[in-house]
């Protein structure tokens, strides 16, 4: 299942199961921007995992090669000619300025909705955009669960439906 549909999905489960408050949901995958950031905390998540997006600051070109030792970046190689290429006071910049504004921009679009700080996303401060290019709340899509007669592999398949 893609992070988009399952991530609300967990945090259900949890919730229905008590289990919300004992278990922090960690989201990871192409997390890169703020506005994928800020829809994972709204989703539920308590804090997201981004390593593609250090790695775009770092110079990253994605080749594909990583496994190889062959990165043409020096990012991931420990061949001392293409290590050069990553010159660690340059890129050092670079990766601060992207956690830096990564977590400016996500606090502006918690004050936009009104918040504090960005731990208080809920459903409720997000659109998700179906494939005919409508939006519709988060909050009405992935309604957030009750306590009721229904049971989770019901409320599982109704979402699938």
Not at 87 to 111: F, P, T
Not at 129 to 149: F, I
Request: glycine share 6%.
């Amino acid at each position: 299942m893609p992070l988009n549909e399952s991530l609300p999905i967990l945090v259900d489960i949890l919730a229905e199961y008590g289990l919300r408050e004992r278990i922090r949901v960690i989201a990871s995958g192409k997390l890169v921007t703020p506005v994928k950031v800020a829809w994972a905390l709204c989703a539920g998540a308590a804090l997201v995992n981004s390593a593609r997006g250090f790695l775009f600051s770092l110079g990253c070109i994605q080749p594909l090669q990583c496994h190889q030792n062959i990165c043409p970046t020096g990012i991931t190689t420990h061949n001392a000619r293409l290590q050069r290429g990553l010159v660690v006071e340059d890129k050092a910049r670079r990766v601060a300025a992207y956690a830096e504004r990564i977590n400016k921009v996500i606090n502006m679009i918690a004050h936009s909705c009104g918040l504090m700080d960005a731990r208080h996303f809920g459903r409720e401060h997000a659109r998700v955009v179906l494939s005919a290019g409508n939006s519709r709340a988060m909050g009405k899509l992935y309604p957030y669960p009750n306590r009721d007669t229904k049971t989770m592999s019901d409320r599982t398949d109704e979402r699938l439906n």
